[in-house]
């Protein structure tokens, strides 16, 4: 069986079967999806850009998957790593947001993609990862090694 990420009404996302969905994901990965989609957007976002980073996901996950990475990379870029208390990520703009809102693949949810619903998951997936930051010995130099080593 494959699955789709998709978008409720209120903006969350959650994963679903799909049998149209191809790639298929394997037993495990649409487990370990499944999970943290529910368990939160923004750890299912964390999911998809690290240990998900290089598998081939359909379409609705590499869309999310996306959104993750170019807030992974913006934040390894940081100069400022060894300082959890300086770490910013610069939030994409407007005109960012209807880009990739226009780029997304059909979903079920797509009319509930805003501008309004990327920011929300954008901030969520900031805030997950200060959290994840400041638990993990080593910081964030630490946290996203474990992410993914690369």
């Given at each position: 069986m494959s699955h789709a990420l998709a978008l409720s009404p209120g903006g969350h996302l959650f994963v679903e079967p799909d049998e149209q969905a191809e790639p298929k994901l394997n037993s495990?990965?649409?487990t370990r999806l499944t999970e943290a989609f529910a368990a939160s957007g923004a750890r299912g976002l964390e999911l998809l850009a690290s240990?998900?980073?290089?598998?081939?996901l359909p379409p609705t996950f590499g869309f999310?998957?996306?959104l993750a990475r170019r807030y992974f990379t913006d934040l390894c870029h940081n100069p400022n790593l060894d300082n959890a208390a300086d770490l910013s990520v610069t939030r994409p703009g407007e005109n960012d947001w209807i880009t990739l809102a226009e780029t997304a693949?059909?979903?079920?949810?797509?009319e509930y993609l805003s501008n309004g619903v990327l920011?929300?998951?954008?901030?969520?997936?900031?805030?997950h990862t200060r959290?994840?930051?400041?638990?993990?010995?080593?910081g964030a130099v630490a946290y996203l090694k474990s992410c993914n080593p690369l």
């Open positions: 495990a990965d649409a240990a998900l980073l290089h598998e081939p999310w998957r996306g693949p059909p979903m079920k949810g797509l920011a929300r998951l954008w901030d969520e997936l900031e805030a959290s994840q930051i400041a638990r993990t010995p080593g």
